[in-house]
């Protein structure tokens, strides 16, 4: 593949000088921003994950901040998560959609007060859209992206790395909540959550000036623990089930096509916009569906586009992303598969770029 040429446009993250002095192999663009996807390779940061910790840069999952009297009325008409038992101090994993319940980006909700929120979003212009909104419907609320930059610490020893640097009270973090705990004096967001199913927190660091200092604190503190810089891993995300907003959905997809109807409390999340669609959804179920997907053969090569998957000769879904899985020694794969054929068990074919190779439904995920 060409190398991508950088520029302005390209933007950098408080912690590139870090990221680049670790050694990165590889980036992709997200929210227009330089998202690292490779150190050593993908199979070594796989295992180093499993099994140690990572300090990762996803400044990338830029932060739509909502202030004033309406912000909360605001979020609420973005998605279909009812938002009223949400207190201060919570996140909340939200599906956004539009008039048609497609899906615009599925953030986590920061909840930092009833007037202020945070919505550390995927890769798509969400921003545009709130402002959009907020204008349309004479909101009294502010909305911009202000300066916060989340670092993620993820791994089984993450928790020892954080409580070196912000004392033991991290430990007492629940999945999904927050404190605001000091770093050198200055205020950051904790929160238990991150983009792998092994473990850690993302810290929203406000202000990039305190970025390379908080990256250098973490990795002197987690020598003896063999920290590494790393960064959301393909193989891992794959295998917890973890979708990707632009591989895996686009907004031609519902919540309830991408298994997140758990997350759509349509009959009282009022004010939503795309709430009458996603009624007739709900009601009449999907026709398609995200699955897992074992497919057969020896490592695939990378998903750069859709592979067809097949009964017969008939097209009855498609593979969006795929990768070889070291721990359950077969190539796993997120897919989407129409209701006739996504039964648990189900034996399929995909048309890969080396070739058709069998494949398989299955119900859940590796992890």
Known sequence: MALLS?????????????????????????NHMLLPTMFRSVEEDYRHL??????????????????????????QLLTPRDLRPMLPGQCYYIPIVDETGGMLNDPVAVKL??????????????????????????????????????????????????????GDV??????????????????????????????????????????????????????????????????????????????DMTDDNTPHECGLGRFCNTQTAIGCIGRDALLRVAKEGPVKQIRAISIGGDRVPGCDRYWPLKAGDKTVGRISSAAWSPDFNTNVAIGMVRMTHWDDGTDLTVEAPDGARPATVHEKFWL
């Open 6 to 30: 950088p520029s302005r446009r390209l933007r950098r993250t408080p912690f590139s000088d870090g990221v680049e002095a670790a050694g990165v192999k590889a980036y992709t663009v997200y």
């Open 170 to 247: 991290v430990r007492d973090i629940r999945f999904f909540r927050f404190m605001h705990l000091d770093f050198q004096g200055r205020d950051m967001v904790v929160a238990r959550s991150g983009y792998s199913k092994q473990g850690g927190f993302e810290i929203y660091v406000e202000g990039g000036d305190i970025g390379m200092p908080l990256w250098h604190a973490l990795m002197e503190a987690g020598r003896d623990l063999d920290v590494h810089a790393g960064c959301p891993n393909l193989i891992e995300r794959i295998e917890s089930g973890l979708l990707s907003y632009g591989n």
């Open 113 to 166: 007060a009833e007037d202020r929120w945070w919505i550390s979003i995927a890769d798509s212009d969400l921003l545009y859209w709130i402002k959009g909104l907020a204008f349309g419907y004479r909101l009294d609320v502010l909305v911009d992206e202000p300066d916060v930059s989340p670092l993620a610490v993820q791994g089984p020893k993450a928790d020892d790395l954080m409580a070196r640097v912000f």
């Open 50 to 75: 499993k099994e140690a910790v990572q300090v990762w840069d996803v400044a990338c999952e830029r932060q739509v901040e909502l202030r004033g009297p309406d912000a909360g009325r605001l979020v």
